[in-house]
């Protein structure tokens, strides 16, 4: 699965925030928006796709977030892009661990 409960005991608790996104190369849980702006794409069904770039802290893992829709139903997927994610540029200029949105 994609989503995991925001659970410290693993249970699925719903705490009001829903559930956490992880990336879809190593599970991580810590992915942020990738710096650019959501769009419209094509996907695996008949209709389009809301695309979001995202990337993951652990790698930086570049993967895209969408839903699409396809006769009737919308579908919530994730899936690995070669591009490398601009995430990068966000890091702390002294090379630490500050992530910024």
Known sequence: MIYKPVSPTGGAVFTGLGLCI??????FDYVHFGGEPPRTGPWAGQGTAVIVPMACENGLHPFELGIGFHKGQSW???????????????????????WHQ
């Open 22 to 27: 992880t990336c879809p190369v190593c599970n």
């Open 76 to 98: 919530m997927f994730t899936r690995h892009t070669e591009i490398p994610a601009p995430i990068e540029a966000h890091r702390d200029a002294n090379g630490g661990g500050g």
